[in-house]
């Protein structure tokens, strides 16, 4: 047996798995099309939520506020992440995991200072979130 054939032979019951599943998707969906009922009204197209009607416009304009709580709370999740991988091997990395991981959350601390200072953590109050000095005309 040819090496290039050694190779294929490991990789056979994906190919036959992945040409399976796209098979009988492909199946299911032509036999919904095909046999599968149809209806049309002027009701099919408005939008419908929970028995209620809507009224009024779904776009609503939302404050950055939302978005910046929401970045951090993925930022500050991630810190909770690698520092639970890091108290986990916590004696196997010894003093240099320590200071990685001391530099880490001080660097973290740095920018929860900046988004402070900013204004971001000031939850609903009236002061305006600033990214740069507003500048006078």
Same mark, same amino acid.
């Given at each position: 047996?040819?090496?290039?054939?050694?190779?294929?032979? /490991? /990789?056979?019951?994906?190919?036959?798995?992945?040409?399976? +599943?796209?098979?009988?998707?492909? $199946?299911?969906?032509?036999? +919904?099309? @095909?046999? &599968?009922?149809?209806?049309?009204?002027?009701?099919? /197209?408005?939008?419908?939520?929970? !028995?209620? %009607?809507? %009224? &009024?416009?779904?776009?609503?304009? $939302?404050?950055?506020?939302?978005?910046?709580?929401?970045?951090?709370?993925?930022?500050?999740? +991630?810190?909770?992440? @690698?520092?639970?991988?890091?108290?986990?091997?916590?004696?196997? =990395?010894?003093?240099? &995991?320590?200071?990685?991981?001391?530099?880490? =959350?001080?660097?973290?601390? =740095?920018?929860? %200072?900046?988004?402070?200072?900013? &204004?971001? $953590?000031?939850? !609903? /109050?009236?002061?305006?979130?600033?990214?740069?000095?507003?500048?006078?005309?």
């Amino acid at each position: 047996m040819s090496p290039n054939m050694g190779e294929f032979s /490991h /990789h056979w019951p994906l190919a036959i798995f992945i040409i399976g +599943a796209i098979s009988i998707s492909a $199946l299911l969906l032509l036999l +919904a099309r @095909f046999l &599968g009922g149809r209806s049309s009204g002027q009701s099919k /197209h408005e939008p419908f939520e929970s !028995g209620i %009607v809507p %009224v &009024g416009s779904a776009r609503l304009r $939302l404050s950055i506020k939302f978005y910046l709580v929401a970045i951090l709370f993925l930022i500050f999740e +991630a810190e909770a992440l @690698f520092l639970f991988a890091y108290a986990i091997s916590v004696r196997e =990395v010894g003093w240099s &995991g320590f200071i990685a991981a001391g530099i880490f =959350v001080l660097i973290l601390l =740095v920018g929860l %200072v900046y988004e402070s200072r900013m &204004g971001v $953590l000031n939850g !609903g /109050h009236d002061r305006k979130i600033t990214t740069r000095k507003r500048i006078e005309d």
